[in-house]
């Protein structure tokens, strides 16, 4: 396959994958009484800290499984995982699942360094500075249209910080059922049989 065309998937799926309008907003939901309630306290002293832990306890397994399974598994686990870290945000209520929210992004985040690989097994090493710039634009213009969609939102009071979750969480297994719609393009598309 020409490697423009799976340049520009990747980068496609790297705009969708960062399409998080919730994000910006995650702990004035979480504080809001209007939504889950919580303390200052129970945020940044027993949720908040999950994250920084499991991204640090998955990041070297993350990384091993990348170099016996390939890609394509862990950018599912991490679509898998991301659209779990939303579905726990939207409907659990507890410290507990607020806590298991945030080890499924600290997985999610430790498996998104295989998108970022990716690309560098599939290109010439002379176009690794092209790749890397498309990468970052990628996912730099997901975020810019995620965030910005969600501060309209807000700003303008059209929705709430339930509608912006509810928007991650929709783009988010989107992102991880179109690997599924796609199996039968597998055997054209690298990226999806890699």
């Known amino acids: 396959m020409n490697w ?6 990747v980068c496609i799926f790297g705009v969708l994958k960062k399409f998080r309008p919730g994000t910006p907003f995650l702990t004035p939901y979480l504080k809001s009484p209007q939504f889950k309630n919580f303390t200052n306290e129970q945020i940044y002293g027993q949720i908040y800290t999950h994250w920084a832990y499991s991204n640090l306890i998955s990041m070297i397994p993350i990384s091993l499984c ?16 991301l659209s779990v870290t939303w579905a726990l945000l939207i409907f659990g209520h507890s410290i507990f699942h607020m806590q298991l929210m945030q080890i499924c992004f600290g997985i999610a985040t ?7 690989s990716y ?13 890397t ?6 996912t730099m213009t997901g975020k ?10 807000v700003s303008t009071e059209i929705g709430d910080y339930l509608l912006l979750n509810q928007a991650s969480f929709f783009c988010s297994s989107m992102r991880f059922f ?15 049989s890699y």
């Open 66 to 81: 990348i170099d016996w399974l390939r890609f394509t598994p862990i950018i599912i686990l991490e679509a898998l995982l």
């Open 4 to 9: 423009k065309l799976t340049v520009g998937l």
């Open 178 to 192: 179109s690997h599924f719609r796609m199996s039968h393009y597998r055997s054209n598309f690298k990226f999806l």
């Open 110 to 116: 430790s498996a998104d360094v295989a998108y970022s």
């Open 144 to 153: 810019f249209a995620a965030y910005s969609f969600g501060q309209f939102l």
């Open 119 to 131: 690309l560098y097994s599939v290109v010439s090493k002379s176009k690794y500075k092209r790749v």
């Open 133 to 138: 710039s498309l990468i970052r634009m990628a």
